[in-house]
């Protein structure tokens, strides 16, 4: 039996682009709408505050009545989030501004205390499985610094891409996909920050996971550029009509880019499923990335070479 | 394929090195689970067969210790060991003052004022000094700062008539040596607590300092370690009988103040007396021998009758609140005080001049700091607490008059310490033994002959850390050689941790901890085994899939891949690197790539062959076909990398690292060592088979109808 699936793949990317461009639009223009009203879940590395992962003694409490309780000692703007399945994580922006050597003792103990109010939820020092603290300062400044690196990677690499193939439309092809992936990424945490049993927390690690995917993204990209360069200098090319040699080269490389990505799909679900919960949103925000990269370099970066270029791309 | 012969001495060599730097790794732990079975859960007991053998040769053939072989194995991160991280900022805005001598320029103090607003918003990428500048003249655009700054100390630097970038410079040179000293005296503690791998960043840009402490256990001492400014002082101190009139006197200033207060019109007469007490208190108190006896009598009078009162009955809340009014300072601060048998109470010798509970010394502490009571004390007197209660089960802490001498106050500073450690004083309780250099030596033999010259009133000396007094000994004999000590109830950790902050130095300006993280131990080995599980499964589903799409050529892919992970461990242990959570997730990443590098050349090699080329050919031409898609995508994936190690800060680099070396070695082996191992294939005449039935599909090149 054979596969026809990827081998004869004869599929009609470039005639269909719109489509695509639509899709990305929309959900790009609903992330940005999301993102400027809900906005983000930020972790604590971003929103600065004392961050407790805690584990009760009773299994069956409500996040929402541990905020409630902690939002009457310590003052509003806590966060009390369930971590993994049997913990949670609280964050307190209380006595955040206090420069106070023991500072972080108080505000454990006003936790403790504030936690003790409640039979229910009561806890001792030796139920706080881990702490961080983070001054605004510094969330404020990486914030800042990781935009800038976003800003940066896409740069960067649209020179590589244009000192390689000499072409402005490629360049600008591969900056509209990164940025498209980053955008996508961004869109969706914020879109369904509240939607998913899991925590889609903004933090170091996410903006980790975001270049990931940039790279990653501009891997499948290049591949891709690659191949189109390639039937461009081929003498015996049966034809110079760009469309026809850009939808030619996606489906050249469109069983090398579908298998890339399911081997590294599979790491990363492997990942997201057993990597345990400090790493989940991380390996959550690969997975959806790379998918989104691999749609991105097949079906908006490579047709936006069409839309900006002239009839001949040799 | 040409330079075989390269490729394969490179490849035999790294494998050689990689071998030797992860064996480190290999018997490092060995030795902890032998360490680990010797203890039998008891850590103290683990800890100490480690330290034992740490001089030992542990190391097969080369009998390395087993400290060199402890610095050589693959460190853990916080985040899969446990530990803490904590990030320290340097203030600037205080060595600015200081070398300005305080001055009190509203501009100045507006524009310092105004680059710490801008520095705590963490917005801008810039440093203090150029913030300050800038703020500085947007305030008065004509503005000079050399005026400020031209004080006696800096007038060698700073000519009066300087221009604003020359005072710039200089100050940025200032505090590029204050952030310097910060960190090597923070360098030092650290190194003085003794934490293996422990790692230590400066961002001179940001004036911040990352410290990653692994296993750490104690978050409390680590931040008592590191946010200690050991300002240590010797001061002189008064004795309680010249002291204690000057309370007086504070405590009837303000008992008039709240009369005042009370009748609620300005008009009493409270505020001529208070003038005239202050002005008669301060010959009392300069001149004690002779002012004390008609006031030191009413003082003593009001003292017996506070602790009458005290003693009698503290149940009779109306009672207390009227002693309250009549003595505010006395009804919160008990005179020192003893009662001989059967005689009056009298007050005691020594530098202690009275007793508070926890509770009221911060109300003391107000009353003593208020400037109208400032201005009504003689100003070389100044008052300080003792550093811990007078008895561990009572909260009662002691205060202390203390003489300043000269400009600075204090006769004698930390500076002058050369050495200290941790001992144990006569009553085997642990203290902390300082040597000071010559000229402290010097100097500590001048003020303890002093303080000891009057053999019926022999003086004692406050020894005096960050405001606190540890402990006020009198002085018996002068004191030749330099050495003197420091006790005050500490534990032996304690007296450890102080004796380390000593020597280190004081921190040049003043630093916090703006940000720290603990992260538990369980945590930590929750995530090392989910993330290193996850790790292998992972990478078996894809060496299964490679195998079952790609037949034979798919397991030479396999062999690649593992190669590949053998190289970047070997790399990323003889580089010192840290494996964190994102490091694994790297090298996850890593694999993925490295798997993808030898799916373009199979695919490729598919299509030669699809074109009815031979195996060798269509193995040459897919390896050279596919060598540019492949260099082109891992540069860019290294790009990113690269910028992601620049601007990236902990966790980010430590991705970027792996990461990086995954590229370099996942090319290394995709590209040259999977090569070889085909072409050996070949020359052996193997049937080299590129798919699986399911996955073998011949190759039509077509062209897309449009």
Known sequence: ?314 | MQGKGVVKFFAILLAVVCIYQLSFTWVGHNIKKDAQLHAKGDTTKEKAYLDSISTQPVYPVFKHTYQYVSQRELALGLDLEGGMSVTMQISLDELVKKLSNNNQDVVFNQALQNATAIVNKGTVQKDYITLFVEEFEKLSPDGKLAPIFSTKDNQDHIKFNASNSEVESYLKELAKVAVQQSYTTLNTRIDGFGVANANISLQPATQRILIELPGVKDPERVRKLLSATAKLEFYQTFDNRQAYPVLNNINSLLAAKLKAGKKDTAKTPAVPATKTDTGKNKIAAATPAKGDTAKGKSGQSLLSKVQKSNATDTSALSKKLSLAEQAPLFSILQPASYTPQGGQTQLAPGPVVGFADVKDTAKINSYLHSQDIKASMPQTMKFLWGVKPRDPKTKIFELYAIKLVGAAGPVLAGEVINDARQDYDQKGSPEVVMIMNSDGAQKWRTVTAEAAADANNKQSVAIVLDDNVYSAPRVDNEIAGGISSISGNFTIEEAKDLANVLKAGRLPVRTHISASAVVGPSLGQEAIHASLLSCLVGLLVVLVFMVAYYNRAGTVAVIAVIVNIFFLMGVLTSLGAVLTVPGVAGIVLTLGISVDANVLIYERVREELALGKSLRIAITDGFKHALSSILDANISTFLTGLILYIFGTGPIQGFAITLMIGITTSLFCSLLISRIILEYMLEKGWNIKFSNPWSCIPLKTQTTPL
């Not at chain 1, 920050?193 to 980790?208: G, R, T, Y």
């Not at chain 1, 050249?252 to 345990?276: E, K, Q, W, Y």
């Open chain 1, 1 to 314: 039996m054979e596969l026809h699936t990827f081998k004869n793949a004869n599929y009609a990317f470039v005639k269909n682009r719109f489509k695509f461009y639509i899709f990305s639009s929309v959900f790009i223009i609903a992330g940005i709408i999301s993102m400027s009203t809900q906005g983000f879940n930020y972790g604590v590395d971003f929103v600065g505050g004392h961050n407790y992962v805690v584990k009760f003694n009773n299994p069956n409490i409500a996040t929402d009545d541990v905020r409630h309780i902690v939002d009457k000692y310590l003052g509003e703007g806590n966060e009390v989030k369930t971590f993994g399945t049997d913990r949670m994580s609280i964050t307190t922006k209380y006595l955040i501004n206090s420069t106070d050597a023991n500072t972080d003792a108080k505000v454990k103990e006003a936790l403790i205390k504030a936690l003790g109010t409640n039979e229910k939820t009561k806890i001792t020092a030796a139920n706080i499985g881990s702490e961080s603290k983070v001054d605004p300062t510094i969330a404020n400044g990486l914030k800042k610094s990781a935009l800038l690196t976003v800003i940066f990677a896409i740069i960067i690499i649209s020179a590589y891409i244009f000192i390689r193939f000499r072409k402005w439309q490629f360049s600008l092809g591969a900056m509209i996909a990164t940025a498209h992936d980053a955008l996508m990424v961004l869109s969706f945490f914020s879109l369904f920050k509240n939607a998913l049993p899991f925590s889609l927390d903004i933090d170091q690690a996410f903006i980790a996971a975001i270049l990931t995917v940039i790279g990653y993204s501009i891997n499948d990209t290049v591949v891709v550029f690659d191949r189109i360069r390639e039937f461009l200098h081929l003498h015996h090319a049966k034809t110079d009509e760009p469309k026809v040699v850009i939808n030619d080269a996606i489906n050249n490389t469109l069983s090398r880019t579908v298998i890339t990505a399911l081997t590294v799909v599979l790491i990363l679900l492997v990942l997201f499923i057993f990597g345990g919960d400090t790493i989940r949103g991380f390996s959550f925000a690969l997975l959806i990335g790379v998918c989104f990269g691999t749609y991105s370099s097949i079906c908006v970066a490579t047709p936006v070479i069409i839309d900006f270029g002239k009839k001949d791309l040799r």
